[in-house]
């Protein structure tokens, strides 16, 4: 491939571009670029540089990290008035533009690497020294963020393929569970089972045994599976992330679990049910406290958050009893009550025509929970 280097600026030639990448550009980019422009004009900003890999991916599509974990994305998008710039180091130019932002039109400022110069030191160099505002600063990632809430229809269809797909991998993860395995040897399974797919596992929780009861966030250990698995799986494809609980037992649970189980199914039908387009998101969390009541675990709420909002980012916010956010259409949420010893939780969407759980196979045993006449269909136990 051949670049052309000018004053600094890297541009592939028309003809040495490949017609598509790894990873295909985003169809509604212009869309949400203008979007951006609006609330550039809204805050009076002339220079805004969307720095976290959080807002990379929801405007183009493509990764933005090099450490999974990272927050900020190892290329920036720079809107100026007349241009849009990726911003990065020559170690990324390349593979962004050819892997992760194929078809995507954009104007390449590098530096290299070793001259140690980051996002903001080359927009604010594009800029000629005029302020550039970036979602690097929290103040601007508040004005900037609500923008990913609500999914557009391009979105929606990556969004129901990726989570169809970790529901998948997360449940093929869960028939392979046997006694002995360590909970790091089941990680590697939900990990395989994710990769396999295309995704990228950004959360992996594995508890087994006791510790199902004892730990909400369960960071696997070297401790050797008995009879019972929680498993977790929060994970991500084109900046969108979502996230499913799955239970696996080998042989009969205890009626004692099974009531726990049941338990967790209601209250995560109460608040999915509860989810639809104008329901204050401070009701919906009284509503599950009700059912945690209902279901005789008043207080459990206060171990662990019930969920929130999700998309771009695992929660976008969590719901507590102060939120003052209302459920909008084409938004998605992912709720997860838990007691000790069992958790519910799937990704759902809610749209006009109702909710869909994005998440949930139809290939692993269900509860048919009756909500106020409506049936929710929850994740049982996979019994092995």
Known sequence: MLYLLEAGIFRPEPEARPPGGKAMAHDDFQDKLELLRRRMAERGLMHLLLGTQTNVAWLTGGRGHILLASEESC????????????????????????????????????ARWN???????????????????????????????PLRWTLSAGDQARYREVCRQSGEALEAAGRRVRAGQTEFQVAGLVADETYGRGLDPVLILVASDERVYSRR??????????????????????GLISACTRLVHIGEPDPDLRKRHRAVAAIDASLIAATRPGAPVGGIFARALEAYAATGFADQWMHHHQGGLIGYRGREYFATAAS???????????????????????????????????????????????????IVLRPDILVI
């Open 75 to 110: 290329g920036g998008i720079l809107l100026v008035p007349d241009a849009t710039y990726l911003v990065t180091n020559n170690i990324e130019a390349e593979r962004l533009l050819d892997e992760e932002m194929a078809g995507i039109d954009l104007t390449v400022r590098h």
């Open 115 to 145: 001259e140690q110069r980051g996002l903001l030191d080359l927009a604010r160099e594009i800029a000629g020294g005029a302020p550039v505002a970036s979602d690097l600063d929290p103040a601007v990632e508040v004005a900037v963020g």
């Open 217 to 238: 966030h369960p960071l696997p250990t070297g401790k050797r599976v008995e009879r019972y698995a929680m498993l977790v799986l929060c994970a991500r494809r084109h």
């Open 324 to 374: 003052t956010e209302i459920v909008a259409p084409d938004q998605a949420f992912a709720w997860n009550p838990s007691v000790p010893g069992a958790k519910s939780e799937d990704t759902i969407l809610v749209t006009a025509a109702g909710v869909e759980i994005l998440t949930q196979t139809g290939a692993f045993p269900t509860l048919a929970v009756d909500v106020a006449g409506e």
